[in-house]
Each structure stands twice: as C-alpha cells, then as structure tokens.
C-alpha cells in the first residue's frame, strides 16, 4: 500500500501491543487510504538505481515467456535455485526469501501431479518470476481443448455464448498475483501454503475443484522488492502504476499472463490496512467497463473474503485485527477504480469479472520493519499470511461455485465488444448500495486511426503498444475517408467492433475531467496514449476501409536519396536515441533549434541509425548550420522515472543530490544538471555552492516541478515565479506551444501533477509552452485548494514551460509540466531531449575540447 503522509500519521496511532488485552474501547479503524507513492512525495528524494536501463534501451529487455498449449498438465520443470541471500529481508519476518521458492516449487512438483512451475520473465534487476500452475492432470489433447475453448470464447463470444456444452467443459482461469509491492510480502507465503494444501489434499472438494478449474499463481511480482524491503522493483518503479504503460518487465510478465491465462477472477495481495480492505471500490468506477457484471461478482466474492477473514477469529482485543472493510460498501470515496494503472483495473479488461485488491492487516515494514522487536513482526507476518491464505481459499470457492456464470460474464464482456454495443448504464441498485454516484459511462467511437502525421514512429510505438496489449490493429490497404478526414495508405485502423474495446478505448479515448464529481482521488485520474503518445490519434463514426489485420507496425526509417546534408528533427523518443547514437559515434552533428544537422559525409551512420530506430531524415536546407552539438552529459537529482527515462532515451546520466554534491562534485564531466528532486541549493555547503556557481558559467540548468523551480530561484537563475496549483491536481491539459527551444512541434497537450505555472517574467525569459485558455483541463482531476487558489482556471494562459539564458550565461529551461511522469507520456520525452541539446550545445558543449 502507499499513504499520503498526514494519513500515515493517523495509521501509525493504531494500537498494537502484542497480547495485551484492553477494556478501553478501541479506536475505529482508520478510514480506507490507499497507498499513496509515487505522486508529489517521489519529489523528496533523489533517486539512484543501476543503470541497467541503458543496456534495456539497447533492446535487451527480458520478454516473458508464454504458456505453452501443446503440452498437458502437469509440466515439471526443474527451476535454478538462486545462490542464498542471507540479507534478504523476508528473512527477518519468518518469511520465504527469493531464494527459497524455487527450492520450495521444485518439492512441490515432485510431490504429486498437481503443481506445474515455470520461470515466466525476469525483473528488472534480474532475479526469476515463478508461474505456478495448479489443476487436475491434463493429456496434451486435453490442453488444447481448453485452449480452444479460450479463443473461443474470446474471439467468437457470440457463439461461445450459444454453446450450452461450453461452459461444462471449460476449467475456469483464476489468477492470484502476490507480492507486487516488494515490502507487502505475506501474499507470497501464503500463495505457497495454499499451492501446498492443492498440491496434498486428499480433499474429494479439491480434486473437483481442480478438475473444474486451472489456478494460477504469480508467486512474487516483484522480486527485486521483495528481497531488498522495499515497495518499488529494481528500477525504482512502482508496479501497480505501470499497467497502462508497462515500462517494466515484472508488468510486462503479468500483463502476458492475463493475455494468456484469461482469468475470469484475479486477487492481488497487497498489505497493510487494518482491518483487512478488500475490493471492490468506491467511486470514481472506470467508465470503459462492462461494470455491471462487474460489480455484482466482484462484491459478491468481496463478502466471501470478507466472511473468510472474519472467520479466522483475530480480534481487536486480542490480535489488534480490526474487521474487514470493503470499500464499496463502507467508504464514500478515496480508493477508486478510475486509472487502469492498477493490476484489478487491468485484468477485467481480459475478461476478469471479479478482480480486488487485498491489503491484509497488519504493518511490518516502514518503521515497524526497523523498530518493533523481531518476534512480534513474526506475530504479525503470520496472521497476515493467514488472512491472504484465506482470501485466496475463498477465492477458489467462490469460482468453483459460480463457475459457470463467471464464464458465461466473460463470454458476455467480449461479446459486447465484438458488436460495438453502447456503453450499458448500470441499474441503479444492481447490487445494495450502488447509487448514481456510482454510474460511469462513455462513448466508444466506430473506430480509431492512428497515423503517423506527427511522426511515424511514434505512431509505430503506440501500435506496438496496443498490439502488446492484445488489442487487434488493421493496416488501411487504400487511402478512405472517415468523418470528413482523407486519411492515407497504411494508416492504422482499431476497429472498435472487437472484444478488448474496452482497452483500446482506456488508452485511445482522451478520458474525462472528473473534477466535478468526486473531490478525493487515490492516485492519477488522467492518461491518454491518444493525446500524449505522440501519434496522431481520432476517433471516427464510420468506418468503410479496406484493411489487413497486422501483428507489428511497419517499418519507419528513411533517408532521402538526394545526397547533401542530413535533418533529424526531434519529435519522438526514437529521434533521440537516434541523435545519441550518433553523438557516441563522434559524428560531427549540429543543432538548429529542434533539429539535428548530420554532414553528408555521415549519410552511412545517418542509414545505419535509421534502420535501427525507425527514424526519418530529410533533406537539410542548404543555409541550416547550428551550433555544434556532442554527447549530453546528465548531471541529475531526479525521481527513479526520471533517470529511467533519461537513460531509455540514451543520455549518460550520474545520479545526484544535495548530499553528493557536498561530498564533493567533479563537474567537469557534466554539461547539463537536471534538478526535480532531492537537491536544494540553500542546502549546499560553501565549497559545494562554489564549485556548483563555477559549472552554471558553462553549464546548463533543466529543471521540473517544485523543487526545480526553488533551485531556479535560490540560485538566482531565470527571473520567474512559480506558482503552485493544488498538490493533487493530475491529469491531461491542453497547451499552447510558442517557443523556438523547446515548445515548437511539440504535442497540443501534456501532463500535469502537481501542475505549476510562471508569472513575473524577467526580459530574458522564452514562454516555451503555455496551458490554454480553455480547460485547461482535458481529463484527469484538477480543484483548486480550499481557499479558492490553484485551480484550473488559476492556470489558463500561463506560462507552463520557459527557457532563457542567466547573467552568467547558463541556458536554462524550466518545466512546470511532468514530461517523463513514470516514463508514461511517451509524446512530451523530446520535449526534454530538446531542452538538454539546447542546453548543451549553446552552453559548456560548444566550447569543449
Ligand atoms: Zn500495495
């Protein structure tokens, strides 16, 4: 879980000692919080993770593997064991350490034919995801009977639907993902108590159930997390964020796990709220769900777990166990399901029709980790493995016995899809209390295009994408026209007639301003691939296209055939791994305001980077000349999306804050400090103050959000006052681009959390990117503060980006905007590149040696 910090406090009051019995009356369960992380405190803290992005930029990331289908059941396969960890922190609670698992799964292979594991990807930093797979012994024909069975009701729902025998025939798919925060580790243990029970039990109810159903168990999403005691994976990135973005490979794995498996019911074991909370949720409820169905398993399973963790008999007096809350039912607001980032608001899109969040009860990390003595955090590590054993025991029963109608709900769901129905409005009191605040719709378009008007890589990254996502992508044969637009050759056409609709629409749709309706949200409440990607991207209300189904974008390079001097103007990511490319070579490039100048002596590395990133040269004016550019040099106090970012993008990045610069900094290897987080300048000591003055006489300054604008301020760098809007403000906005550096080109809209604007513009300062005078707000959740401050309207037509040059000559840009926000908004990244080449190249870079 993750708490915005007063509510950390309220949480921290609860009253635990071990064994002690009170006649005091208790205090109340403190109110449904969701865990609050990477929002405006990932600010506090620079961050310094492994530079393995960089080799992950180059292509190397681990792809999960899939499921095969043409082998049964069980498939014993013999998993590494990993060398023994004694510093890994399950350790401490009693608890599986990474390098225990496998050992663990390989006897629990051996020991009957129920279990079959498989290594499925790898995290970040390395380590083994293990796929457990637990039902009743399958011939190979068997198994691709279930597999048939599977597309079918996917791909052909209509007739799944008629197929009495169907349902008879099908194991129902359940997915229990433990462990995605790596410091909530009790899910892991008990998904491996229960896979054990499964595995033994000479139960008759057993053999049924697994005769009638496949159990899947992703034992620890997050590896890297769980053995260091920290939430985060490897790379610093928070997985239940990441599900619209999937930037890491821990997500990737899951993501194909719910392709494949299909499930029709998913739990996902967090920790720790007291008393247990178990989904579903409070308003705001996604609007591209099929929710009535939805709903009416999702709180029916919920009052299963509920009923199975209150059975256990923990007590307050006793325990310090409050009773299970349900959000739906016992919150008016605060833990929603808006923002598909989240594993349970992913899943349904493949069809799961009840998916939770489980957070068990009792804290063990954070202070308590460090502070509570070790034999009450195994008091508690045990009943919290208690409490997800039984979530996950009443899961199982629960599908087992409304194992027909789950499936014939998800037939349903994709059948809904395949013909374009309207959204459906949920009836009021579907299930006890879903009121109209609870009633979430949209409007799905007959179709999407996607070209590549803007850039064409871009638009082959975001067809990528939504094929990953097992979204269906067709290639216009033709030119068509749709909704008054000629539209050329090969552009791209989603269909929305199709059974995951309700994805392609999250990513593709601009979303809605919910500011209105709800006034506390959990985490973001705006995304858009369609607007923030890049691509160009419309919906459109006919759709007459000859077009071939694809299972990739096409190829994007070129590079013209007139021979003369090189442009490559920067508007997609793979424009600036590209450029980079070029600069490690040594290639002589000049920039000219949001474009490369390659010589044609070059023209060979020009060909041989185009092909490998897909990118578009043309034929530079014969006046173009630059100011020249070489390597950028990252000095950055940043959060982890951030240096991730930089680093995918191909930048040579050290990591610093105000510590390491105190400890003594050597700038001469840096041309551009990047400041977000975790670097105060007032902080700095006098050597580290003077030699930081000495670099901004040649150096260049990008910074991002409130701790930038205060180092932009403290320094004494562009004249400009940043103006906060409210601190949870989030979302798309709408944005007027002027500038020559860093604006010119760039998407009509950005992202905002924490959004920020400058007002008292000194005579040097460039408006680079301003917030439109409508809105600005396109979707997303945007207040002003109480009193009355820092609202959207505060924010129409001010300055949102700016560049200029100081006094001492630095070339800074600062952004008001969240252009790398968990390496999401794939569209606004040049816009960064842009500013660090500017920075550079009229700054230290130019008169290097
Ligand atoms: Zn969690």
Not at 583 to 589: D, H, I, R
């Amino acid at each position: 879980m993750r708490l915005p910090p007063a509510l950390l406090a309220a949480l921290l009051v609860i009253p635990l000692v071990p064994h002690a019995v009170s006649a005091d009356p208790v205090a109340p369960p403190a109110p449904a919080v969701r865990d609050f992380g990477n929002g405006p405190e990932r600010n506090e803290v620079a961050a310094d993770v492994p530079e393995r992005a960089e080799a992950r930029a180059a292509g190397q990331s681990e792809q999960p593997g899939s499921l095969s289908h043409d082998r049964g059941y069980p498939r014993r396969t013999r998993l590494p064991v990993p060398p023994e960890n004694p510093a890994d922190a399950s350790i401490k609670l009693g608890l599986v350490p990474h390098h225990g698992i496998a050992p663990r799964l390989n006897d629990l292979q051996q020991r009957g034919d129920r279990v079959s594991a498989q290594v499925l990807g790898r995290s970040y930093g390395g380590r083994d995801l293990y796929l457990v797979t637990v039902t009743a012994p399958e011939s190979a024909a068997e198994t691709r009977e279930q597999e048939r069975i599977r597309d079918r009701i996917e791909n052909d729902p209509a007739a799944a639907a008629r197929d009495r025998n169907l349902v008879k025939r099908y194991k129902a798919p359940v997915f229990v993902n433990a462990n995605i925060h790596g410091n909530e580790w009790e899910g892991t243990d008990a998904a491996l108590r229960v896979i054990e029970e499964l595995a033994t039990s000479k139960d008759p109810k057993v053999a049924d159930l697994l005769a009638r159903t496949r159990l899947y168990f992703n034992v620890t999403a997050n590896p890297d997390g769980r053995v260091s005691g920290v939430r985060q994976n490897g790379a610093g990135f928070d997985l239940n964020r990441d599900f619209v973005t999937a930037s890491q490979p821990e997500v990737r794995a899951m993501r194909q796990i719910m392709i494949d498996v299909q499930p029709v019911t998913m739990i996902d074991l967090h920790g720790y709220v007291n008393g247990t909370l178990i989904e579903p949720t409070t308003p705001p409820h996604g609007a591209n769900y099929e929710y009535d169905l939805f709903i009416q398993n999702t709180y029916a399973n919920g009052l299963g777990m509920e009923a199975a963790v209150n059975g256990l008999g923990y007590t307050v007096e006793k325990d310090g166990v409050y009773p299970a809350q349900i959000p739906f039912r016992d919150s008016a607001e605060g833990w929603d399901d808006w923002p598909p980032i989240f594993t349970p608001q992913y899943a349904p899109f493949h069809g799961a029709v009840a998916a939770h969040t489980v957070e068990i009860p009792l804290r063990v990390n954070g202070s308590d980790y460090t502070q509570q003595p070790v034999e009450e955090l195994r008091r508690r590590s045990a009943i919290n493995t208690d409490v997800a054993a039984a979530a996950i025991r009443s899961t199982y029963a629960f599908v087992r016995d409304r194992h027909d109608r789950l499936i014939a709900d998800q037939i349903e769901v994709f059948r809904r899809g395949s013909a374009g129905e309207p959204s459906k409005a949920v009836g009021l009191g579907i299930v006890p209390g879903f009121g109209p605040e609870d009633v979430y719709n949209t409007t799905f378009p007959r179709a999407y295009v996607i070209t590549g008007r803007r850039s064409e890589a871009a638009a082959a990254r975001l067809v990528d994408h939504l094929i990953a996502n097992d979204v269906r992508v067709e290639r216009a044969r033709r030119a068509f026209r749709a909704d008054g637009r000629t539209y050329p050759a090969g552009s791209y056409v989603v269909d929305m007639r199709q059974p995951k609709r309700g994805l392609a629409n999250v990513m593709l749709e601009a979303g809605a301003d919910i500011s209105p309706r709800v006034d506390a949200m959990y985490d973001i409440s705006g995304w858009s691939h369609g607007l923030l990607w890049g691509a160009g991207v419309d919906g459109v209300t006919s759709l007459r296209v000859q077009a071939d189904p694809v299972k990739a974008a096409a190829p994007t390079g070129s590079v013209p055939r007139a021979p003369g001097a090189l442009a490559l103007k920067v508007s997609d990511a793979k424009d600036v791994l590209a450029l980079n490319d070029l600069l490690a070579q040594g290639t002589a490039v000049t920039w000219a305001g949001g474009a490369a100048i390659v010589p044609a002596s070059a023209r060979q590395a020009a060909r041989a980077v185009s092909e490998r990133y897909g990118v578009a040269f043309t034929p530079a004016s014969g006046t173009a000349s630059g100011t020249p550019l070489s390597q950028v040099r990252i000095a950055a106090a940043a959060s982890a999306d951030e240096l991730f970012t930089l680093r995918e993008l191909g930048f040579a990045v050290t990591p610093v804050s105000t510590a390491a610069l105190n400890a003594g900094y050597d700038w001469s290897g840096t041309d551009v400090l990047f400041v977000s987080s975790g670097l105060s300048y007032t902080a700095l000591n006098p050597a580290a103050r003077a030699a930081l003055d000495a670099f901004l006489t040649t150096g260049g300054v990008i910074t991002r959000g409130g701790t930038g604008a205060a180092f932009n301020a403290a320094a004494g760098l562009l004249t400009a006052t940043a103006v906060a809007g409210r601190g949870d403000a989030n979302g798309v906005v709408r944005v007027l681009s002027t500038g020559g550096q860093v604006g010119g080109g760039s998407p009509d809209h950005s992202f905002v959390y924490s959004p920020r604007w400058f007002t008292g513009l000194g005579p040097e300062v460039t408006v680079e990117q301003s917030y439109a005078a409508e809105g600005p707000l396109v979707s997303g959740h945007w207040r002003p503060d109480a009193d009355g401050t820092g609202g959207q309207d505060a924010a129409r037509g001010q300055a949102a980006v700016v560049s200029g040059r100081d006094e001492r000559g630095a070339a800074v840009v600062l952004f008001g905007t969240e252009p790398m926000f968990r390496n999401h908004p794939k569209g606004l990244f040049p816009q960064v590149a842009k500013a660090l080449y500017w920075a550079s190249s009229v700054t230290g870079a130019a008169v290097k040696g």
